[in-house]
């Protein structure tokens, strides 16, 4: 069993930067896909970022290309995403997600593990 847990949010104003942290247990993580999502209140979840096994491979979401960056570092069973210039409109519940796949997934339906998620709320 995976578990992922997710640290780094906060308050933050708008144009400032956050990195969030998601942890995993387990000692395959680096063989599975990851990927971040977000929900804000009375919207669906929303597909932010992925990355493949190895790191080598991105995808982000239209909304949040060429703010946030998403990187995995095996050695710490953790994958970050780098958020920068953000705004009132990234407020929401950031969820780290693993898929027992290599390859980078976009559709929630595709993971098969995810964390409790963590607040991030943009100030303007």
């Known amino acids: 069993q995976v578990q992922l847990v997710e640290s780094g949010g906060g308050l933050v104003q708008a144009g400032g930067s956050l990195r969030l942290s998601c942890v995993a247990s387990g000692r395959i993580f680096s063989w599975y896909a990851m990927g971040w999502f977000r929900q804000a209140p009375g919207k669906e979840r929303e597909f932010v970022a992925a990355i493949n096994w190895s790191g080598g491979i991105t995808d982000y979401g239209d909304s949040v290309k060429g703010r946030f960056t998403i990187s995995r570092e095996s050695a710490k069973n953790t994958v970050y995403l780098q958020m920068n210039s953000l705004q009132s409109e990234d407020t929401a519940v950031y969820s780290c997600?693993?898929?027992?796949?290599?390859?980078?997934?976009?559709?929630?339906?595709?993971?098969?593990?995810w964390g409790q998620g963590t607040q991030v709320t943009v100030s303007s």
């Open positions: 997600a693993g898929a027992r796949t290599a390859d980078t997934q976009r559709a929630p339906g595709h993971y098969n593990y």
